[in-house]
């Protein structure tokens, strides 16, 4: 059993930065794939990144690569987001998710634990 805990979010303006954790419960942090997701309102969960367990396989969507990273800590059992260059169309609510797996996974059915979730809002 796996517990995450997402913080980081908040509101800022179009072309700011944020940098979401996410703090995951246990002592097997390490074994874990872990990916972040955000759902805007009306629309389904969809992948923005994930992160292999050594951290050296990180995928992801065409809509955030080159202006967010993924980076994970397995000593401190989190796993970061930093978000740069934020637009608008980058407001949702930006969730966690943990699979115990070798590879990274892009699709949100196939992670076993979540967050409660963190809301971001680009303002324009």
């Known amino acids: 059993q796996v517990q995450l805990v997402e913080s980081g979010g908040g509101l800022v303006q179009s072309g700011g930065s944020l940098r979401l954790s996410c703090a995951a419960s246990g002592r097997t942090f390490s074994s874990y794939v872990m990916g972040w997701f955000r759902q805007a309102p009306g629309k389904e969960r969809e992948f923005v990144a994930s992160i292999s367990r050594s951290g050296g396989s990180t995928p992801y969507a065409d809509s955030v690569r080159g202006r967010f990273t993924i980076s994970r800590d397995n000593a401190k059992n989190t796993v970061y987001l930093q978000m740069n260059s934020l637009k608008p169309e980058d407001t949702a609510v930006y969730y966690c998710?943990?699979?115990?797996?070798?590879?990274?996974?892009?699709?949100?059915?196939?992670?076993?634990?979540w967050g409660q979730g963190t809301q971001v809002t680009v303002s324009s």
């Open positions: 998710g943990a699979k115990n797996s070798y590879i990274a996974r892009t699709s949100a059915r196939e992670y076993d634990y």
